[in-house]
Protein backbone atom coordinates (compact mmCIF):
# COMPACT_ATOMS: atom_id res chain seq x y z
CA UNK A 1 0.00 0.00 0.00
CA UNK A 2 2.90 2.08 1.06
CA UNK A 3 4.30 1.44 -2.50
CA UNK A 4 1.74 2.63 -4.55
CA UNK A 5 1.03 5.79 -2.48
CA UNK A 6 5.01 6.21 -3.69
CA UNK A 7 4.44 5.64 -6.79
CA UNK A 8 1.46 8.11 -7.11
CA UNK A 9 3.48 10.61 -5.86
CA UNK A 10 5.80 10.56 -7.96
CA UNK A 11 3.58 10.52 -10.84
CA UNK A 12 1.73 13.37 -9.12
CA UNK A 13 5.11 15.30 -8.91
CA UNK A 14 6.24 14.69 -12.08
CA UNK A 15 3.02 16.36 -13.59
CA UNK A 16 3.69 19.40 -11.48
CA UNK A 17 7.28 19.71 -12.93
CA UNK A 18 6.19 19.09 -16.51
CA UNK A 19 2.98 22.12 -16.02
CA UNK A 20 4.99 24.38 -14.87
CA UNK A 21 7.60 25.13 -17.75
CA UNK A 22 4.39 24.63 -20.16
CA UNK A 23 2.81 27.13 -18.07
CA UNK A 24 6.24 29.50 -18.44
CA UNK A 25 6.37 28.90 -21.86
CA UNK A 26 2.38 30.35 -22.55
CA UNK A 27 2.94 33.49 -20.53
CA UNK A 28 6.21 34.34 -21.92
CA UNK A 29 5.28 33.63 -25.49
CA UNK A 30 1.92 35.80 -24.76
CA UNK A 31 4.53 38.62 -23.27
CA UNK A 32 6.22 38.51 -26.31
CA UNK A 33 3.35 39.74 -28.22
CA UNK A 34 2.23 43.02 -28.41
CA UNK A 35 -1.52 43.28 -27.13
CA UNK A 36 -4.49 44.55 -29.35
CA UNK A 37 -5.99 46.32 -26.17
CA UNK A 38 -2.48 48.44 -26.23
CA UNK A 39 -3.14 49.34 -29.91
CA UNK A 40 -6.30 50.36 -29.90
CA UNK A 41 -5.93 52.38 -26.78
CA UNK A 42 -2.87 54.13 -28.35
CA UNK A 43 -5.31 54.53 -31.63
CA UNK A 44 -8.24 55.93 -29.86
CA UNK A 45 -6.47 58.09 -27.45
CA UNK A 46 -4.60 59.84 -30.78
CA UNK A 47 -8.21 60.13 -32.72
CA UNK A 48 -10.42 61.79 -29.49
CA UNK A 49 -7.51 64.15 -29.21
CA UNK A 50 -7.29 64.65 -32.83
CA UNK A 51 -11.02 65.44 -33.28
CA UNK A 52 -11.22 67.32 -30.06
CA UNK A 53 -8.69 70.09 -31.89
CA UNK A 54 -9.76 70.24 -35.06
CA UNK A 55 -13.98 70.00 -34.63
CA UNK A 56 -13.52 72.29 -31.23
CA UNK A 57 -16.59 72.13 -29.16
CA UNK A 58 -18.74 69.64 -31.38
CA UNK A 59 -19.75 66.03 -29.84
CA UNK A 60 -17.76 63.43 -32.08
CA UNK A 61 -17.76 59.54 -31.73
CA UNK A 62 -14.95 57.31 -32.29
CA UNK A 63 -15.34 53.61 -33.06
CA UNK A 64 -12.24 51.59 -33.75
CA UNK A 65 -12.48 48.31 -35.98
CA UNK A 66 -11.19 44.77 -34.85
CA UNK A 67 -7.70 43.61 -35.22
CA UNK A 68 -7.13 40.34 -37.18
CA UNK A 69 -6.92 38.13 -34.10
CA UNK A 70 -4.10 36.38 -36.16
CA UNK A 71 -2.05 39.57 -35.92
CA UNK A 72 1.14 39.57 -33.94
CA UNK A 73 3.83 41.83 -33.97
CA UNK A 74 6.46 41.98 -31.21
CA UNK A 75 5.80 43.85 -27.91
CA UNK A 76 7.45 47.50 -28.03
CA UNK A 77 9.73 48.39 -25.29
CA UNK A 78 9.23 51.98 -26.13
CA UNK A 79 5.65 53.62 -25.95
CA UNK A 80 3.44 53.00 -28.90
CA UNK A 81 2.54 56.16 -31.51
CA UNK A 82 -0.09 56.72 -33.34
CA UNK A 83 -0.15 58.93 -36.59
CA UNK A 84 -2.84 59.17 -39.58
CA UNK A 85 -2.41 57.31 -42.32
CA UNK A 86 -2.13 58.76 -45.88
CA UNK A 87 -5.40 60.19 -46.88
CA UNK A 88 -6.93 59.59 -43.58
CA UNK A 89 -9.71 61.56 -42.92
CA UNK A 90 -11.30 63.27 -39.51
CA UNK A 91 -14.54 62.64 -40.56
CA UNK A 92 -16.43 59.40 -41.54
CA UNK A 93 -14.43 56.41 -42.36
CA UNK A 94 -10.62 56.96 -42.14
CA UNK A 95 -7.77 54.52 -41.11
CA UNK A 96 -5.02 55.43 -38.19
CA UNK A 97 -1.42 54.23 -38.10
CA UNK A 98 0.30 52.97 -34.74
CA UNK A 99 4.26 52.25 -34.52
CA UNK A 100 6.35 51.02 -32.46
CA UNK A 101 9.27 53.42 -32.58
CA UNK A 102 12.27 50.84 -31.80
CA UNK A 103 14.81 49.46 -33.94
CA UNK A 104 13.44 47.25 -36.28
CA UNK A 105 9.99 47.94 -34.81
CA UNK A 106 6.47 47.80 -36.58
CA UNK A 107 3.79 49.83 -37.87
CA UNK A 108 0.26 48.46 -38.34
CA UNK A 109 -2.71 50.66 -39.68
CA UNK A 110 -6.76 50.24 -37.91
CA UNK A 111 -9.78 50.97 -39.20
CA UNK A 112 -12.06 53.70 -37.60
CA UNK A 113 -15.00 56.04 -37.84
CA UNK A 114 -15.53 59.00 -36.79
CA UNK A 115 -19.12 60.87 -36.44
CA UNK A 116 -18.98 64.54 -35.80
CA UNK A 117 -22.35 65.61 -34.54
CA UNK A 118 -22.96 70.03 -35.01
CA UNK A 119 -25.63 72.42 -36.08
CA UNK A 120 -27.28 72.46 -39.48
CA UNK A 121 -29.99 74.29 -40.94
CA UNK A 122 -32.69 72.56 -41.95
CA UNK A 123 -36.39 73.51 -44.03
CA UNK A 124 -38.73 74.12 -40.76
CA UNK A 125 -41.70 73.44 -43.28
CA UNK A 126 -42.24 72.00 -47.00
CA UNK A 127 -40.79 74.33 -49.29
CA UNK A 128 -41.71 74.44 -53.16
CA UNK A 129 -39.50 74.75 -55.96
CA UNK A 130 -38.76 78.72 -56.99
CA UNK A 131 -39.89 79.53 -53.48
CA UNK A 132 -37.76 82.29 -51.73
CA UNK A 133 -36.31 80.96 -48.47
CA UNK A 134 -37.49 83.14 -45.19
CA UNK A 135 -35.86 83.18 -42.10
CA UNK A 136 -39.12 81.47 -40.92
CA UNK A 137 -38.62 78.65 -42.88
CA UNK A 138 -34.98 77.79 -41.34
CA UNK A 139 -34.43 75.81 -37.92
CA UNK A 140 -30.90 74.39 -36.77
CA UNK A 141 -30.95 71.20 -35.16
CA UNK A 142 -28.08 68.54 -34.39
CA UNK A 143 -26.87 66.48 -37.30
CA UNK A 144 -24.55 63.95 -38.14
CA UNK A 145 -21.85 66.09 -40.47
CA UNK A 146 -19.81 62.97 -41.26
CA UNK A 147 -23.49 61.51 -42.99
CA UNK A 148 -23.32 65.32 -45.38
CA UNK A 149 -21.07 64.53 -48.24
CA UNK A 150 -22.83 67.39 -50.44
CA UNK A 151 -22.24 70.15 -47.39
CA UNK A 152 -24.77 71.79 -45.50
CA UNK A 153 -25.22 75.71 -44.28
CA UNK A 154 -24.76 76.98 -40.73
CA UNK A 155 -25.39 80.38 -41.03
CA UNK A 156 -29.44 81.51 -41.81
CA UNK A 157 -28.02 85.12 -43.52
CA UNK A 158 -26.01 82.86 -46.45
CA UNK A 159 -29.49 81.22 -47.77
CA UNK A 160 -32.25 83.93 -46.74
CA UNK A 161 -33.36 85.22 -50.29
CA UNK A 162 -32.21 82.25 -52.29
CA UNK A 163 -34.69 80.53 -54.64
CA UNK A 164 -35.20 76.89 -54.02
CA UNK A 165 -34.41 74.56 -56.97
CA UNK A 166 -36.70 71.54 -55.89
CA UNK A 167 -39.37 70.69 -54.01
CA UNK A 168 -37.60 70.10 -50.07
CA UNK A 169 -39.53 68.44 -47.18
CA UNK A 170 -39.79 69.50 -43.95
CA UNK A 171 -36.92 68.27 -41.89
CA UNK A 172 -34.62 68.28 -44.94
CA UNK A 173 -30.98 68.98 -44.21
CA UNK A 174 -30.26 72.24 -46.34
CA UNK A 175 -27.24 71.91 -48.99
CA UNK A 176 -25.67 73.95 -51.69
CA UNK A 177 -27.19 72.09 -54.51
CA UNK A 178 -30.77 72.55 -53.49
CA UNK A 179 -30.96 76.66 -53.63
CA UNK A 180 -29.57 79.25 -55.95
CA UNK A 181 -28.97 83.05 -55.75
CA UNK A 182 -31.97 84.29 -57.33
CA UNK A 183 -31.16 86.29 -61.00
CA UNK A 184 -30.42 90.45 -60.10
CA UNK A 185 -30.10 90.71 -63.74
CA UNK A 186 -32.46 89.25 -66.78
CA UNK A 187 -31.34 89.61 -70.52
CA UNK A 188 -32.96 92.25 -72.39
CA UNK A 189 -33.29 94.20 -69.36
CA UNK A 190 -32.82 98.26 -68.87
CA UNK A 191 -29.92 98.44 -65.89
CA UNK A 192 -27.60 101.11 -64.35
CA UNK A 193 -23.98 100.83 -65.26
CA UNK A 194 -21.54 102.54 -62.35
CA UNK A 195 -18.29 103.09 -62.99
CA UNK A 196 -15.94 104.44 -60.60
CA UNK A 197 -12.27 105.77 -61.07
CA UNK A 198 -10.97 107.05 -57.59
CA UNK A 199 -13.75 109.50 -56.08
CA UNK A 200 -15.32 110.09 -59.61
CA UNK A 201 -18.54 108.05 -59.52
CA UNK A 202 -20.14 107.90 -63.32
CA UNK A 203 -23.74 106.77 -63.94
CA UNK A 204 -25.15 105.64 -67.04
CA UNK A 205 -27.52 103.23 -68.89
CA UNK A 206 -27.78 100.36 -70.91
CA UNK A 207 -28.80 96.47 -71.62
CA UNK A 208 -28.14 93.63 -70.03
CA UNK A 209 -27.59 90.55 -72.37
CA UNK A 210 -27.43 88.24 -70.45
CA UNK A 211 -29.05 86.92 -67.04
CA UNK A 212 -27.26 87.41 -63.72
CA UNK A 213 -26.85 86.30 -60.30
CA UNK A 214 -24.61 88.83 -57.36
CA UNK A 215 -21.31 88.61 -58.56
CA UNK A 216 -21.84 87.32 -62.07
CA UNK A 217 -20.17 88.81 -64.77
CA UNK A 218 -22.68 89.71 -67.32
CA UNK A 219 -22.47 91.56 -71.04
CA UNK A 220 -24.45 95.28 -71.27
CA UNK A 221 -24.49 97.22 -74.32
CA UNK A 222 -24.38 100.64 -73.59
CA UNK A 223 -26.99 103.25 -74.53
CA UNK A 224 -24.15 106.11 -74.85
CA UNK A 225 -21.22 103.87 -76.88
CA UNK A 226 -23.58 101.50 -78.10
CA UNK A 227 -20.40 99.49 -77.20
CA UNK A 228 -20.37 95.92 -75.13
CA UNK A 229 -18.78 96.30 -71.72
CA UNK A 230 -18.38 93.59 -68.94
CA UNK A 231 -19.55 94.28 -65.81
CA UNK A 232 -20.73 92.67 -62.26
CA UNK A 233 -23.36 92.78 -60.61
CA UNK A 234 -23.59 94.35 -57.50
CA UNK A 235 -27.80 94.69 -56.74
CA UNK A 236 -31.14 94.06 -58.50
CA UNK A 237 -30.32 96.16 -61.57
CA UNK A 238 -26.78 97.46 -61.38
CA UNK A 239 -24.00 96.86 -62.78
CA UNK A 240 -20.47 97.55 -62.20
CA UNK A 241 -18.07 98.12 -64.80
CA UNK A 242 -14.37 99.06 -64.43
CA UNK A 243 -12.86 102.34 -66.47
Known amino acids: MKERQKISSFFILLAILAWQPAQSFAAGAANQWQSHAAI ?12 GSRHQNLRSEIRLGKLDSRLHVKTCESPLEAF ?9 NTTVGVRCPDVGGWSIYVAARIDIFG ?6 QPLT ?14 HNLSSLPYGYYT ?16 TTV ?10 LVKR ?12 LKIRSSGKA ?34 L
Do not use: C, W, Y
Request: overall charge positive.
Open 155 to 170: DSQSIIGQLATRTITA
Open 84 to 92: MSPGGRTMG
Open 40 to 51: RDTAQSFLKALT
Open 209 to 242: MSDGKFGDLVQVKSDGSRRMVNGIVISAGVIKVT
Open 129 to 142: RGVTVRESDLETVE
Open 188 to 199: GQRVTLIAETGP
Open 119 to 124: PVLVAR
Open 174 to 183: LTPHMLQAPK
